[in-house]
Every structure is written in structure tokens, then in C-alpha cells.
């Protein structure tokens, strides 16, 4: 399997961690039985639960992309060097970027999600 499928596959990964750290900030907050009911007037989520709810929100965003580049230049046959080194910079961005979030880290995670982009920007250079 290429490195850039392989990676697509860990992204994934990589989104459901953060969805459960994400529920666990979520129920240390506002409980479970809050969290199992239909949200209606549930108390806005603060610190480092919220930043991981918005860190898991741009994943998914991300992941979109990533997934329609990945799946693109693989059914066209346009995988190379080029997105190999795309992809990886992508994921490892990605990683960096949701450890940073959580930290609460404001200048240094605009700078990994810059990074993320770049490697988003190395595969859609092969896809033309």
C-alpha cells in the first residue's frame, strides 16, 4: 500500500483519537448523562476541552481534503515523491498541531497547521 494511502489510513486514526479526547474533556466538564441527552441548554465547554472539540473540528476539516488530494492522485496514478514527502508532512503536522492545541499554544499552532497545509499543498501540485 503507498505511504500516502498508509497515512490516510492513520489520519483516520488520528481524528478518532481526538474525537474521544475530545468526549472525555466534553464529559469531565458538563457529566455524562448531559452528554447522552439532547445537549439543550448545556453549559458551554472551556480550557482544554473545548480547545480539543475545536482541534477535532478542524481535523475533520482537514481530513476532507486530505482524503480527496490522497484518493485523487491515487486513482489517476499521479503518486510520487512529491506526495509521499506531501502526506507525511501533512499527518506530522496534524499530530503536532493537536498536541498544541491541547497545550493551548496560540502562535505555535497556527504555525504546525501552516505546515499541515503545506504538505496538503505538495499532493493538490501533482494532481495538475
Known amino acids: 500500500m503507498p505511504i500516502e494511502l498508509q497515512l490516510l489510513v492513520w489520519a483516520a486514526i488520528l481524528t ?3 474525537m ?3 468526549v472525555a474533556g466534553a464529559q469531565s466538564q458538563v457529566s455524562l448523562p448531559v452528554l447522552a441527552g439532547n445537549r439543550e441548554g448545556m453549559a458551554p465547554l472551556t480550557g482544554w476541552a473545548l ?5 477535532h473540528v478542524n481535523m475533520l476539516e482537514s ?6 488530494f490522497v484518493l485523487v492522485a491515487q486513482a489517476t496514478n499521479r503518486l510520487d515523491e512529491t506526495t509521499a514527502i506531501g502526506a507525511q508532512i501533512f499527518f506530522w503536522g496534524r499530530v503536532a498541531y493537536a498536541l498544541v492545541y491541547l497545550a493551548g499554544l496560540p502562535w505555535v499552532r497556527t504555525l504546525v497547521w501552516a505546515v499541515s497545509v503545506v504538505g496538503l499543498l505538495m499532493i493538490l501540485s501533482q494532481l495538475f
Open 51 to 55: 480547545r480539543a472539540q475545536r482541534a
Open 63 to 68: 481530513l476532507v481534503i486530505f482524503a480527496i
Open 20 to 22: 474521544l479526547i475530545a
Open 16 to 18: 478518532l483519537i481526538q
